[in-house]
């Protein structure tokens, strides 16, 4: 329980986290929120001005948790193509673990998740940002051989959709998967790589 | 109207075909199959042992339809490298004219695609196959360095899921997607190239 003075956005975004684990996203409310934390539904509202916005918030939290080890990746030192294969690779343990640890879980987030288009575009240029970064360093250091930097990251990531994009969740347990990922780097790398 | 002795497979199929459109995939049903045709049920039966059967039968012949230009493109004369990015750009809008044009019927076959998963899997594994004929080419050609052809193949047509994958379908009609495709492309075909 918390008193209303005592009431932070963290708490809401829990409160609101386990709210949808138990009821789905199609029933899930501001006042089961506010219930479960024993204040009035006005308090959630003075953090967040709508049901929307606290959905939103909470989608932003899910989206940007196991990907803070991406950020660090991607500023690492080190070869760029170590990274940027252990970024690919990070990534694609992140989403099947979300995938196939709590179905129902992910489900209600791929609901969520199609609401906020916003929150969705930001989350996925801020990853694209990131392979830019690799694909910078690594001409710089005449690892890969030039190309327009943001054009190729987004080709990056489109290539790699397949390991990462929930759409694809279903192919993940596939015992071929691996294999086929590492067939799809060797691909993207020799694509990007500088002539020897 | 056909009389039950000149009833053909042919006619099941369209028939089918036009009582998904109108009634969608939940509604439809072999009876009105019959009906349309004006032959009983069991008539429809002596083609098809059973709903499933002809679900399955529509879903392969709609998969096949668009799909016979790649066939030719996969053995025709002339560079691998041409070939390869003609035969993906007639995937892509093969696929995007079906998702666009009538997005009922296109959701329809989405419904009948995720029943039949064998079908699917043998389209796709025929789509992969013709990959691999062009790959194959271009290696013995030297345009293309060597690789296992066939995870190659699997590979490439991965990497470009993006622009044939029904999942991706919501981006097909963004004003970037041409751009990205190509930025895409350049990247697996630096991926596939022999050492110039």
Redesign the interface.
């Known amino acids: 329980m918390a008193t209303d003075s005592a009431l932070t956005a963290e708490q809401i975004l829990s409160a609101t986290e386990d709210a949808l684990r138990r009821f789905g996203p199609a029933k899930a409310t501001v006042v089961d929120v506010a219930r479960t934390l024993g204040v009035s539904h006005g308090s959630v509202y003075r953090f967040f001005p709508s049901k929307a916005a606290v959905r939103e918030a909470v989608t932003q939290r899910w989206l940007a948790q196991a990907h803070d080890d991406l950020r660090f990746i991607a500023i690492e030192p080190g070869p760029a193509a170590e990274r940027l294969h252990r970024w690919l690779t990070t990534l694609f343990a992140a989403k099947r673990r979300k995938a196939l640890d709590d179905p129902q879980l992910f489900a209600t987030y791929m609901t969520l998740v199609g609401e906020a288009s916003q929150v969705v575009d930001a989350h996925l240029a801020a990853l694209v940002d990131q392979i830019a970064q690799i694909l910078q360093d690594g001409i710089e250091k005449g690892e890969f051989r030039h190309?327009?930097v943001n054009?190729?990251a987004?080709?990056?990531f489109?290539?790699?959709?397949?390991f990462h994009?929930p759409?694809?969740a279903s192919g993940w347990s596939d015992p071929t998967a691996e294999?086929?990922f590492e067939?799809?780097w060797?691909?993207?790398?020799?694509?990007?790589a500088a002539?020897?």
């Open positions: 190309t327009p054009a190729t987004r080709a990056v489109e290539a790699t959709a397949h994009d759409a694809h294999d086929r067939a799809l060797k691909l993207v790398l020799r694509g990007l002539d020897a």
